[in-house]
């Protein structure tokens, strides 16, 4: 291999890690459907044959913007809840997490929120790859069970206690669009609170 390969690698990478980026800014400014390529290739000062080259069409760059926007939250919040040693700390740690990184990123609750009211692309697929849902809601549930097995949790379904989690978080960007200023700190505290009475064994 030469030197101008892995420079090359390197600039691509950059480049389109930069295409999607302005992907989310444009998806959480304007909305999906006015999201076109050309306004998107325009933020990234790239002419649209330059995402073409990257990117199978606008349906494959906005799933790949969906796998960023989820990898990026847990690269963030997973170290934090896997240093917890009990499973109340943990789900405690998850949730404060989840809202830091909204409140850290909120073009990227944005985006997702957009998105997601843009219903099922042309072929009938869902815009977002349901896969890179599935850790978050994998995560929660485990420590569910964790807290279960303990005793430090009461007997609950653990599916429906996770999905209940999940929506609560996911209502967020929603309320960063209908409120002008929002106390992160208060909002993840009311969150915590709640779900801690909903899941304790006492």
Same mark, same amino acid.
């Given at each position: 291999?030469?030197?101008?390969?892995?420079?090359?690698?390197?600039?691509?990478?950059?480049?389109?890690?930069?295409?999607?980026?302005?992907?989310?800014?444009?998806?959480?400014?304007?909305? +999906?459907?006015?999201?076109?390529?050309?306004?998107?290739?325009?933020?990234? #000062?790239?002419?649209?044959?330059?995402?073409?080259?990257?990117?199978?069409? #606008?349906?494959?760059?906005?799933?790949?913007?969906?796998?960023?926007?989820?990898?990026?939250?847990?690269?963030?919040?997973?170290?934090?809840?896997?240093?917890?040693?009990?499973?109340?700390?943990?789900?405690?740690?998850?949730? #404060?997490?989840?809202?830091? +990184?909204?409140?850290?990123?909120?073009?990227?609750?944005?985006?997702?929120?957009?998105?997601?009211?843009?219903?099922?692309?042309?072929?009938?697929?869902?815009?977002?790859?349901?896969?890179?849902?599935?850790?978050?809601?994998?995560?929660? #549930?485990?420590?569910?069970?964790?807290?279960?097995?303990?005793?430090? +949790?009461?007997?609950?379904?653990?599916?429906?206690?996770? =999905?209940?989690?999940?929506?609560?978080?996911?209502?967020?960007?929603?309320?960063?669009?209908?409120?002008?200023?929002?106390? +992160?700190?208060?909002?993840?505290?009311?969150? =915590?609170?709640?779900?801690?009475?909903?899941?304790?064994?006492?």
């Amino acid at each position: 291999m030469t030197d101008a390969q892995p420079r090359r690698s390197f600039i691509e990478a950059a480049r389109r890690a930069q295409i999607i980026e302005c992907a989310i800014e444009t998806i959480a400014e304007v909305g +999906f459907a006015q999201a076109s390529l050309a306004q998107i290739a325009k933020r990234a #000062k790239v002419s649209t044959g330059v995402i073409s080259y990257y990117f199978a069409g #606008k349906d494959d760059l906005i799933r790949e913007v969906g796998v960023h926007v989820f990898a990026t939250g847990e690269a963030l919040i997973r170290p934090g809840v896997n240093a917890e040693e009990t499973a109340a700390g943990a789900l405690r740690a998850f949730i #404060k997490a989840s809202v830091g +990184f909204i409140q850290s990123h909120p073009t990227y609750g944005q985006a997702i929120l957009n998105i997601t009211r843009a219903g099922r692309d042309d072929r009938d697929r869902p815009r977002l790859d349901p896969t890179i849902l599935e850790p978050r809601l994998d995560g929660f #549930k485990s420590i569910l069970t964790w807290g279960q097995e303990t005793g430090e +949790f009461r007997g609950f379904s653990v599916s429906v206690m996770a =999905v209940t989690i999940i929506e609560a978080l996911d209502a967020l960007p929603q309320q960063l669009v209908e409120e002008a200023v929002l106390d +992160f700190e208060t909002y993840a505290a009311e969150l =915590v609170e709640l779900f801690d009475r909903a899941t304790r064994n006492a």
